[in-house]
């Protein structure tokens, strides 16, 4: 079976830092493109980065960009997202997710095959 396990959401202050860690199984991870999304309530899901299962090439939206890295350990089968300079804004249900479009870097949910859970995000004084 194919599992993408989220982890290490939590409550941060604003200015402070979180690493999300997303471990996967049951597929080929080497040959995918892995990314993170999020959801806060009442807002649509945005993708916040991705790597590619080619070369580790790395999308970032505007939002994020700067703040965030996406990084991949592929002996682990694990995906690591390092978040510093948390705002309130960034406040939401985080996702993992896995393309099997191994030279993709688009950030798009429609393109993406599996998923995994939610790990949550608070970024409050």
């Known amino acids: 079976d194919v599992q993408l396990q989220a982890s290490g959401g939590g409550l941060e202050q604003p200015g402070g830092s979180l690493r999300l860690s997303c471990t996967a199984s049951g597929f080929s991870f080497d040959d995918y493109s892995i990314a993170w999304f999020r959801q806060a309530p009442g807002k649509e899901r945005e993708g916040v980065s991705c790597?590619?299962?080619?070369?580790?090439?790395?999308t970032y939206p505007d939002s994020v960009k700067g703040r965030f890295t996406i990084s991949r350990d592929n002996a682990k089968n694990t995906i690591y997202l390092q978040m510093n300079g948390l705002q309130p804004e960034d406040s939401a249900d985080y996702y993992c997710?896995?393309?099997?479009?191994?030279?993709?870097?688009?950030?798009?949910?429609?393109?993406?095959?599996?998923w995994g859970q939610g790990t949550l995000v608070t970024v409050s004084s």
């Open positions: 997710a896995a393309d099997s479009a191994m030279f993709s870097t688009v950030i798009t949910a429609g393109e993406y095959d599996y």
């Open positions: 790597i590619n299962g080619n070369d580790g090439s790395t």
